[in-house]
C-alpha cells in the first residue's frame, strides 16, 4: 500500500492522527487533544461558559423544553426554584443579559441543590469541583430532567413528609 493511501474502511479524508484516534477511541491519551480545542479553560483561566449571558441560553431551555411537551411556565418554576429569585428578579437578569457568573453570584441556591446528581455531558454533576460551574450544570441538569419528562416534585427533590 502507498503511503498516500488510507488504510481499509478509513475515509480518504481523514488526517494520520484523526486516523489512529478513531482505532483507538478507548485511549484518548494516545493523541491528546488540546484544552481548548474540548472547550476548556481559556487564556484567563475562567471558562467560556461563565461569559454567556443567560439571557441568549434561554431561548434553547425553552425550546427544548416546549419540544418535549413542558411548558415555559414549568421551566421558570424549576430556575426560581434552583436560585431563589422571584418572576420579577428573573425578569430582570433574562433582560439585563446577566452573565451566567453573575447570575449565580446573585442567587440563593436551594437548599436541596446538592440533591442533584447524574451525568451531563458526560460529567457526573456531584464531583465538579468549581462551584460556579458545578451550578451551572445544576441548572443544565434540571432542564434535561424537565424535558425529559420527569415529575416536577421529583425535580424539585420535594421531601416526602
Known sequence: MARSDPPDGVAPDL??????????????????????AR????????????????????PHYVAKVE??????????QVILWLTGFDESALGDHLSAGTTFE??????????????ITGVVCRVRVEDIGDPLMQHIRYLD?????????????????????
Do not use: C, W
Request: proline share 8%; glycine share 6%.
Open 39 to 58: 472547550g476548556g479553560t481559556t487564556l484567563a483561566g475562567v471558562s467560556r461558559v461563565f461569559t454567556i449571558s443567560v439571557a441568549s441560553v434561554y
Open 102 to 115: 453573575d447570575f449565580f453570584a446573585d442567587a440563593h441556591l436551594n437548599p436541596n441543590a446538592p440533591l
Open 141 to 161: 441538569k434540571l432542564v434535561d430532567e424537565l424535558s425529559k419528562g420527569r415529575p416536577m416534585d421529583k425535580i424539585l427533590r420535594v421531601q416526602p413528609t
Open 67 to 76: 419540544k418535549k411537551g413542558r411548558t415555559r411556565a414549568e421551566l421558570d
Open 15 to 36: 488526517t494520520a492522527a484523526r486516523r489512529v484516534r478513531g482505532l483507538f477511541p478507548r485511549y484518548p491519551f494516545i493523541f491528546p487533544i488540546r484544552e481548548e
